[in-house]
T-cell receptor, first 113, second 116 residues
Framework: DGGITQSPKYLFRKEGQNVTLSCEQNLNHDAMYWYRQDPGQGLRLIYYSQIVNDFQKGDIAEGYSVSREKKESFPLTVTSAQKNPTAFYLC????????????FGPGTRLTVL | AQSVAQPEDQVNVAEGNPLTVKCTYSVSGNPYLFWYVQYPNRGLQFLLKYITGDNLVKGSYGFEAEFNKSQTSFHLKKPSALVSDSALYFCAVRDNYGGSQGNLIFGKGTKLSVKP
């Protein structure tokens, strides 16, 4: 899992609540990513950020928001607008968005009660 | 559209036997291909990648992969499987021309089960 930390490891949320997942990296990477993993569907890109104060929507951004105020941090907020938020969320980083190898954090499992 | 396919949901192998996990791709331009492994409730770990050069790429934990341009494949292989190799394996291709340029497109994963 390298120098990428995600917290919490498990998160429970009531319907209608917003929750924020933390992702921190000490690899000095410019690019960071959020993926959602569901059984049998592989990984789907939610948001990515090439540099500080910049981020772009991925394939399934609806119901999610991000910020990138610091190079080492890329928090993901799962809003109440996300229809089916129960999933495993993975954060990753790479030297730049055009440099290929992404390194992943250990993940956060979100369950909506 | 660029895509990657892993045709097998699960592969079962006896310990000590060779293993192959299959991956095929469809991509515009030169393919940048990757293999990752995921153990239960963990993040993905990078195994190896192909960008250019020798078609046989060697990676971590004794794994290797063979790039075959004519068959658009990038199969993961290991000469002798270990029980500890049991995990979920993902093939990925870099999106060279899509909206998320430079990002990875992942296959759905193949569960490898190695029995003693």
């Amino acid at each position: 899992d390298g120098g990428i930390t995600q917290s919490p490891k498990y998160l429970f949320r009531k319907e209608g609540q917003n929750v924020t997942l933390s992702c921190e990296q000490n690899l000095n990477h410019d690019a960071m990513y959020w993926y959602r993993q569901d059984p049998g569907q592989g990984l789907r890109l939610i948001y990515y950020s090439q540099i500080v104060n910049d981020f772009q929507k991925g394939d399934i951004a609806e119901g999610y928001s991000v910020s990138r105020e610091k190079k080492e941090s890329f928090p993901l907020t799962v809003t109440s607008a996300q229809k089916n938020p129960t999933a495993f969320y993975l954060c990753a980083s790479s030297i730049s968005v055009f440099t290929d190898t992404q390194y992943f954090g250990p993940g956060t499992r979100l369950t909506v009660l | 559209a660029q895509s990657v396919a892993q045709p097998e949901d699960q592969v079962n192998v006896a310990e000590g036997n060779p293993l192959t996990v299959k991956c095929t791709y469809s991509v515009s331009g030169n393919p940048y291909l990757f293999w990752y492994v995921q153990y239960p409730n963990r993040g993905l770990q990078f195994l190896l990648k192909y960008i250019t050069g020798d078609n046989l790429v060697k990676g971590s934990y004794g794994f290797e992969a063979e790039f075959n341009k004519s068959q658009t494949s990038f199969h993961l292989k290991k000469p002798s499987a270990l029980v500890s190799d049991s995990a979920l394996y993902f093939c990925a291709v870099r999106d060279n021309y899509g909206g998320s340029q430079g990002n990875l497109i992942f296959g759905k994963g193949t569960k490898l089960s190695v029995k003693p």
